[in-house]
């Protein structure tokens, strides 16, 4: 079961069905290593101008954020599979739901830490 609220999702990855979950932490790991803002992200996404790096950068956090034991060269094999259309989709609705939702504090890591 997700729950909306916390920006989570079920994605279908070809044959695989995952809750997904952005954190803000994870967003701001993706920005990171991406070299760009979340938004930027997205908007090269849209206009069919992001890498599979790209892709992967923002799918594997997410399904690792829905709770999933999963690895980057898992989630590589996924999309694979299902092929990078289908990729880019699931990471456009990963995107989507993290920029509309306002993640609560809960599974952020740093809000975690200050409460102990």
Same mark, same amino acid.
């Given at each position: 079961m997700v729950n909306p609220q916390r920006g &989570? @999702? $079920? @994605? /279908? $990855?070809g044959k695989e069905n995952l809750k997904a979950r952005l954190t803000i932490d994870a967003i701001i790991r993706i920005e990171q290593t991406v070299g760009t803002s979340i938004v930027q992200i997205a908007q090269r996404l849209s206009e069919g101008k992001s890498t599979i790096l790209e892709v992967l950068n923002v799918l594997t956090p997410a399904i690792k954020g829905g709770g999933n034991d999963i690895n980057e060269k898992k989630v590589k094999d996924m999309i694979w599979s299902a092929g990078l259309i289908e990729g880019m989709r699931c990471a456009g609705e990963v995107l989507t739901v993290a920029l509309n939702s306002g993640l609560s504090d &809960?599974? %952020?890591e740093e809000? &975690? &830490? %200050? /409460?102990k």
């Open positions: &989570e @999702l $079920l @994605l /279908k $990855l &809960e599974g %952020n809000a &975690e &830490e %200050n /409460k």
